[in-house]
């Protein structure tokens, strides 16, 4: 019995379990399937978990009519640049005979306005990774324009080089522009749009050329600098049109300015910002000059500053090597008109009243044409070869150049060269800027491009102390630096670990990618040369 009611108390039991246990099952189930969000929801959800990038946004956006808007507003800022630099080329055989100066002091001139360029592109780089890209271009319109008036009324030599000077400061500046116009560029059109804006860069130089040989004469160079400086004026209102940075505004952490400036981007050109929400880390270490010389871009850097030197070098030495061989008669023509057969060398005078005529003018303004003529070829090198190899072969391009143009030929053929000259040299400056802006992450972006602008203008300074005082005693001695700079340059490109063609911009700084993007590349160049 009493086996037989403890087996009747476990059955009991058992089923009392059995029975709590499909309750509690019922209850689950029960608050699951009210728990359970309705398709509507699951979608709202989805939506919601969705994110992009600055990248993702500016790649959806595509290219339209902000960009056509930014490109020719930036692209003039080129205008008023070239300006600016070129002016030296035609202003120095006035100044040398109001002033009567010797060689030395009209390099100069030249070599303070490109150090006002050295010690301002660093600061201003600094400025713009700090405190935004707007306002660095925009004050630098500004104060450029302002000492460029003010250099049109120097009573002395000195004044004169200490105004330009501060133009140079203020041109610094505006070549953070660069960078604006690249952060709202997709990374399709960078290749073909970037070379464009030598047009820009042509215009300015034909420009002053122009107002050279149309006001200097009747007016004098004072007038022509006061008229230089309308287009500065102009863009000034026009730049109020162009936004910040929204790469810039992101690694700031203002995620609302970003968002404002491409949904204001995206209405302009008819299309949406992906689904979600913009979403990206905030960059608290912006500027830091460290970054450019840390293990990930330390050879990238040491490469990128000696080929900026070089673009600038080769660049300006062959703008003021062009003038001052016009400008005195020296070059080896042989059918030279009775004027151009007078050679103007060092020891017979130390004043050369000599100022450009009509054909001079006429040559600078055909040499101008060769910094776009060849924009096509530029294009095709850049997307079919990449960045490296066209920087490459430019640079061969630009010291066999240099070294023609120490042959005998006539004015014509002298000008095809130049022509040439102008051409390549300008061309491996384009693909220098695109390179730097491509390489760099945003934290530094701007503070690199200050110092790799800023080591530009030492070969700047450089430049016409060669170009101008060299020039008098020897061409052959003056021309070969040049192009031996090139020659060693086009060999320190083969060893820059990173190409950029069809690289996204990189937004934060990643050491363990950037190092293994260095390793591969170092081996995959190491195997080539081994083989």
């Avoid at 608290?284 to 990930?296: K, M, V």
């Amino acid at each position: 019995m009493a086996l037989k009611r403890s087996s009747s108390m476990k059955t009991h039991l058992v089923d009392g379990i059995q029975l709590q246990e499909l309750e509690l099952e019922e209850e689950i189930n029960t608050r699951s399937s009210n728990n359970t969000p309705s398709e509507p929801a699951k979608a709202k959800a989805h939506t919601e978990l969705k994110s992009y990038t600055v990248e993702e946004a500016v790649e959806s956006i595509g290219f339209g009519r902000f960009h056509i808007l930014l490109f020719v507003i930036m692209g003039s800022a080129n205008i008023v640049e070239a300006m600016e630099i070129m002016l030296l080329a035609v202003v120095s055989p006035e100044i040398r005979c109001e002033w009567r100066l010797e060689d030395w002091e009209v390099a100069l001139v030249s070599t303070m306005v490109f150090m006002g360029f050295m010690v301002f592109g660093v600061l201003c780089g600094y400025v713009a990774d700090k405190y935004g890209r707007w306002k660095v271009v925009f004050g630098g319109f500004i104060w450029a324009s302002y000492f460029s008036l003010l250099t049109s009324f120097s009573p002395s030599y000195g004044w004169f080089i200490f105004l330009r000077c501060m133009v140079g400061c203020g041109v610094a500046a505006t070549s953070q522009g660069f960078i604006l116009k690249t952060e709202f560029i997709p990374a399709k059109h960078r290749a073909f749009l970037l070379p464009l804006a030598s047009v820009f860069w042509m215009l300015g130089s034909m420009l002053i050329i122009v107002l050279g040989m149309t006001v200097v004469p009747t007016m004098g160079w004072r007038w022509m600098i006061r008229f230089s400086i309308i287009p500065s004026i102009i863009l000034i209102g026009l730049f109020l049109l162009i936004p910040e940075s929204a790469r810039f505004q992101v690694s700031e952490g203002n995620i609302k300015g970003a968002m404002s400036t491409l949904n204001w981007i995206a209405r302009m050109n008819g299309v949406s910002l992906p689904e979600g929400e913009l979403r990206e880390p905030e960059v608290t270490e912006r500027g830091n000059a460290l970054t450019l010389i840390s293990p990930a871009y330390r050879r990238t850097s040491l490469l990128l500053w000696y080929s900026w030197f070089v673009a600038s070098f080769i660049y300006y030495g062959s703008v003021l090597s062009s003038s001052e061989l016009l400008e005195k008669n020296l070059l080896c023509v042989t059918d030279a008109d009775p004027e151009h057969q007078i050679k103007h060398k060092h020891e017979e005078a130390l004043c050369y009243c000599i100022p450009f005529n009509m054909a001079d003018y006429q040559t600078l303004l055909i040499s101008c044409l060769g910094e776009v003529a060849l924009i096509p070829l530029n294009i095709a090198l850049l997307n079919v070869f990449g960045r490296k190899p066209c920087m490459a072969i430019l640079l061969v391009l630009c010291a066999i150049f240099f070294m023609l143009v120490n042959i005998c030929t006539t004015m014509f053929g002298f000008t095809v060269l130049l022509f040439l000259l102008r051409s390549v040299v300008s061309m491996n400056f384009n693909v220098v800027y695109i390179y730097t802006a491509e390489v760099y992450p945003t934290s530094v972006r701007s503070i690199g491009m200050g110092f790799c602008t800023s080591f530009s203008r030492v070969g700047g300074m450089i430049a016409p102390f060669i170009a101008q005082v060299l020039m008098s005693r020897s061409v052959i001695l003056s021309l070969t630096p040049f192009a031996t700079a090139c020659v060693i340059c086009a060999i320190g490109v083969a060893f820059m670990p990173i190409e950029t063609r069809g690289r996204a911009l990189v937004s934060i700084f990643t050491t363990l990618k950037a190092t293994f993007y260095r390793g591969q590349t170092e081996m995959i160049l190491f195997i080539f040369l081994t083989v």
